[in-house]
C-alpha cells in the first residue's frame, strides 16, 4: 500500500511509532496529484514546496523527541490536507473561482485553516469550487470544471466538489468544505466519500456576516468516519471569534461510542414527504433499508413532510444574499455568476412579509424534526436517526449546470433538485453523508444520517456503526479505479 491510500488515523498512528515520516507522506500524495490531478482536474493550486517544508519541519520536531509532539496536542501532526478554494491560506493563492481573484494572495489564514495548521495538519494545496462557491456542479470561468473519479464526464457534485474528488482519488486524506444547501453532502454522495454538516456553531465560522442563522457551515470531509472525526475535532477547537460557537469540549467529538446496529430504531424517508426524487434513487435506498432491516435494524416510515422547506429556503437566503452581495453587486459584469446574479435580483425583489413568513414556516418545520427524535412518551417518534438519499439524481455530465428533468419532470432552477439537502440545513438538524456502495449507473450512491440538534457525536458513533457494517459488502465504500 502506497502512504497516499492510508486512512488518516493510521497515517498519523505511523507518524507517532517512526513507521512513516510526514515527508514521504506528504510526497506520496503530491506524486498522486500529479499522477490523477490531470484526468479530474480537483487539485487548483498545489502548495509543494511549503508542505514539503512543513513536513521536513515536523520530522524534525519528532526526531526530536516524542516529548514535544504528542498525538494528543497535535492531532493532524504531519498530515496533508486540502483546503477548499473558498477558505483563504496564507501565502497560498486563494481565488475563490473567480477570475476576480485569480492571483489573490491571502496575508492571513481563515479560522478553519488556522486550527488545522496550529494541530499540525499541512495544507497541500487548495481545491475547485463553482465561481464564489455557489451551485452544485464544480465549473467555474477559471479553472473549469472538476470530474467524477468514477467518470470524469460526469459531475462530482458541489460546491465541496474539488475536495471530495481528491479525496476519492487519494490526493490527500483529509478536505475541508463548506455547506449552504447541501455543498459537502452533495460531492461526498456522489464521489463516496464522508462528509458531515455539523449543528451550526459546532464548527466556528470566524468569517460570518451574519450571525444566528443555520446557513453557511464550515466542516470536514474525509474517506471514512473515524478521518472525519478526527478534523471535525480539530476544525471545532475554542476560542473563536464566531458568535454562534457554543461551549463545547471538541476534543469529545473524536471519541465516539461504539454502537450495536441492532439496538437502533432509524426512521426512513425516501422523498421526505414528496420532494422530487428520481426512481433509479428510490430503489437504490430500498435496497440499503431492505437490507438494514435483514441485519437486524429496526426501520420504520418516517413521519416527517418538509416539501415546503425549498420555498422556504428560497425566501430564507434573500437576506443573507443581500447581506453578503449587496457592497459588490454593482461592480458584476454580465458574465458574473449567474446563480449568485439570480438570487442576489430575486432577493431583492422578495417583500419582506414574504421573508418573515418563511422564517415562521422555519420553526414549524424544525420542531417537527426535532419530535422524530423526541421520546414517544413526549409525543415523538423515538428515533435513532432519520436516513434518507443524499441526492435525488445519480452524477449527470458536469456540461449541465443541473439536471434539467428528473423522471420527465422538469426542474426549475439551479435549488430545485437540491431539496434532500436543503431541507435539513433550513431545520438545521446535524447531516451526514455516508457512502453505501455503487447505484445501478455503478456510480456512488450516499446514504444521509441525519439527528437531534447538538447531537452529533451520538450521529457519527451510529454512522461509524454502519459503516462498519456496510464494509466488506456490496454496499461498502466503493473505490474508483483510478485511485487504485
Given at each position: 500500500?502506497?502512504?497516499?491510500?492510508?486512512?488518516?488515523?493510521?497515517?498519523?498512528?505511523?507518524?507517532?511509532?517512526?513507521?512513516?515520516?510526514?515527508?514521504?507522506?506528504?510526497?506520496?500524495?503530491?506524486?498522486?496529484?500529479?499522477?490523477?490531478?490531470?484526468?479530474?482536474?480537483?487539485?487548483?493550486?498545489?502548495?509543494?514546496?511549503?508542505?514539503?517544508?512543513?513536513?521536513?519541519?515536523?520530522?524534525?520536531?519528532?526526531?526530536?523527541g516524542p516529548?514535544?509532539?504528542?498525538?494528543?496536542?497535535?492531532?493532524l501532526?504531519?498530515?496533508?490536507?486540502?483546503?477548499?478554494?473558498?477558505?483563504?491560506?496564507?501565502?497560498?493563492?486563494?481565488?475563490?473561482?473567480?477570475?476576480?481573484?485569480?492571483?489573490?494572495?491571502?496575508?492571513?489564514?481563515?479560522?478553519?485553516?488556522?486550527?488545522?495548521?496550529?494541530?499540525?495538519?499541512?495544507?497541500?494545496?487548495?481545491?475547485n469550487?463553482?465561481?464564489?462557491?455557489?451551485?452544485?456542479?464544480?465549473v467555474?470561468?477559471?479553472?473549469?470544471?472538476?470530474?467524477?473519479?468514477?467518470?470524469?464526464?460526469?459531475?462530482?457534485?458541489?460546491?465541496?466538489?474539488?475536495?471530495?474528488?481528491?479525496?476519492?482519488?487519494?490526493?490527500?486524506?483529509?478536505?475541508?468544505?463548506s455547506?449552504?444547501?447541501?455543498?459537502?453532502?452533495?460531492?461526498?454522495?456522489?464521489?463516496?466519500?464522508?462528509?458531515?454538516?455539523?449543528?451550526?456553531?459546532?464548527?466556528?465560522?470566524?468569517?460570518?456576516?451574519?450571525?444566528?442563522?443555520?446557513?453557511?457551515?464550515?466542516?470536514?470531509m474525509?474517506?471514512?468516519?473515524?478521518?472525519?472525526?478526527?478534523?471535525?475535532?480539530?476544525?471545532?477547537?475554542?476560542?473563536?471569534?464566531?458568535?454562534?460557537?457554543?461551549?463545547?469540549?471538541?476534543?469529545?467529538?473524536?471519541?465516539?461510542?461504539?454502537?450495536?446496529?441492532?439496538?437502533?430504531?432509524?426512521?426512513?424517508?425516501?422523498?421526505?414527504?414528496g420532494?422530487?426524487?428520481?426512481?433509479?434513487?428510490?430503489?437504490?435506498?430500498?435496497?440499503?433499508?431492505?437490507?438494514?432491516?435483514?441485519?437486524?435494524?429496526?426501520?420504520?416510515?418516517?413521519?416527517?413532510?418538509?416539501?415546503?422547506?425549498?420555498?422556504?429556503d428560497?425566501?430564507?437566503?434573500?437576506?443573507i444574499f443581500?447581506?453578503?452581495?449587496?457592497?459588490?453587486?454593482?461592480?458584476?459584469?454580465?458574465?458574473?455568476?449567474?446563480?449568485?446574479?439570480?438570487?442576489?435580483?430575486?432577493?431583492?425583489?422578495?417583500?419582506?412579509?414574504?421573508?418573515?413568513?418563511?422564517?415562521?414556516?422555519?420553526?414549524?418545520?424544525?420542531?417537527?424534526?426535532?419530535?422524530?427524535?423526541?421520546?414517544?412518551?413526549?409525543?415523538?417518534?423515538?428515533?435513532?436517526?432519520?436516513?434518507?438519499?443524499?441526492?435525488?439524481?445519480?452524477?449527470?455530465?458536469?456540461?449541465?449546470?443541473?439536471?434539467?428533468?428528473?423522471?420527465?419532470?422538469?426542474v426549475?432552477?439551479?435549488?430545485?433538485?437540491?431539496?434532500?439537502?436543503?431541507?435539513?440545513?433550513?431545520?438545521?438538524?446535524?447531516?451526514?453523508?455516508?457512502?453505501?456502495?455503487?447505484?445501478?449507473?455503478?456510480?456512488?450512491?450516499?446514504?444521509?444520517?441525519?439527528?437531534?440538534?447538538?447531537g452529533?457525536?451520538?450521529?457519527?458513533?451510529?454512522?461509524?456503526?454502519l459503516?462498519?457494517?456496510?464494509?466488506?459488502?456490496?454496499?461498502?465504500?466503493?473505490?474508483?479505479?483510478?485511485?487504485?
Amino acid at each position: 500500500m502506497d502512504p497516499y491510500e492510508l486512512a488518516a488515523v493510521d497515517a498519523r498512528r505511523l507518524i507517532d511509532q517512526g513507521g512513516l515520516s510526514s515527508s514521504e507522506l506528504v510526497q506520496s500524495c503530491l506524486d498522486r496529484i500529479d499522477q490523477v490531478n490531470p484526468t479530474v482536474n480537483a487539485m487548483i493550486t498545489v502548495a509543494a514546496e511549503q508542505a514539503l517544508a512543513a513536513a521536513s519541519a515536523t520530522d524534525a520536531r519528532l526526531a526530536a523527541g516524542p516529548s514535544t509532539a504528542s498525538s494528543g496536542e497535535l492531532p493532524l501532526l504531519g498530515l496533508p490536507v486540502a483546503i477548499k478554494d473558498l477558505q483563504p491560506t496564507a501565502g497560498i493563492r486563494t481565488t475563490l473561482g473567480s477570475p476576480q481573484f485569480a492571483e489573490h494572495v491571502p496575508e492571513a489564514d481563515s479560522g478553519i485553516v488556522a486550527r488545522i495548521r496550529r494541530a499540525g495538519g499541512i495544507v497541500i494545496g487548495k481545491t475547485n469550487i463553482p465561481e464564489r462557491s455557489i451551485g452544485a456542479n464544480t465549473v467555474n470561468p477559471l479553472f473549469g470544471a472538476t470530474g467524477n473519479p468514477f467518470d470524469p464526464e460526469l459531475s462530482c457534485g458541489g460546491s465541496s466538489g474539488g475536495s471530495a474528488v481528491a479525496l476519492a482519488s487519494g490526493m490527500a486524506p483529509l478536505a475541508t468544505g463548506s455547506d449552504h444547501g447541501g455543498s459537502i453532502r452533495i460531492p461526498a454522495a456522489f464521489c463516496g466519500v464522508v462528509g458531515h454538516r455539523a449543528t451550526p456553531g459546532t464548527v466556528p465560522f470566524d468569517e460570518r456576516a451574519m450571525t444566528q442563522t443555520f446557513y453557511s457551515v464550515q466542516g470536514p470531509m474525509a474517506r471514512t468516519v473515524d478521518d472525519l472525526v478526527l478534523l471535525l475535532s480539530v476544525v471545532s477547537a475554542r476560542p473563536s471569534a464566531d458568535p454562534m460557537s457554543f461551549p463545547l469540549d471538541h476534543r469529545l467529538l473524536a471519541q465516539l461510542d461504539d454502537v450495536d446496529v441492532t439496538s437502533l430504531r432509524v426512521g426512513v424517508s425516501e422523498d421526505l414527504g414528496g420532494v422530487v426524487v428520481s426512481e433509479p434513487i428510490r430503489r437504490a435506498f430500498r435496497r440499503r433499508v431492505d437490507w438494514l432491516s435483514d441485519r437486524g435494524v429496526e426501520c420504520v416510515a418516517a413521519e416527517v413532510d418538509l416539501t415546503d422547506a425549498v420555498e422556504v429556503d428560497w425566501r430564507v437566503r434573500s437576506d443573507i444574499f443581500a447581506t453578503y452581495y449587496a457592497a459588490e453587486a454593482e461592480t458584476w459584469g454580465s458574465d458574473f455568476n449567474p446563480h449568485i446574479q439570480a438570487t442576489y435580483q430575486a432577493a431583492l425583489a422578495t417583500p419582506v412579509i414574504e421573508i418573515a413568513r418563511a422564517r415562521r414556516r422555519q420553526v414549524e418545520l424544525q420542531r417537527s424534526v426535532a419530535a422524530l427524535f423526541t421520546d414517544p412518551l413526549d409525543g415523538g417518534a423515538g428515533v435513532d436517526l432519520l436516513i434518507c438519499p443524499t441526492v435525488s439524481v445519480s452524477p449527470f455530465p458536469w456540461a449541465d449546470d443541473y439536471p434539467k428533468s428528473i423522471d420527465g419532470q422538469p426542474v426549475e432552477n439551479y435549488m430545485a433538485w437540491l431539496a434532500l439537502t436543503s431541507a435539513f440545513s433550513v431545520v438545521g438538524h446535524p447531516a451526514t453523508a455516508l457512502p453505501a456502495g455503487l447505484d445501478e449507473f455503478d456510480m456512488p450512491f450516499g446514504l444521509q444520517l441525519i439527528g437531534p440538534l447538538f447531537g452529533d457525536r451520538r450521529q457519527l458513533s451510529m454512522a461509524r456503526s454502519l459503516e462498519q457494517a456496510m464494509d466488506s459488502t456490496e454496499f461498502t465504500r466503493p473505490v474508483p479505479s483510478l485511485a487504485i
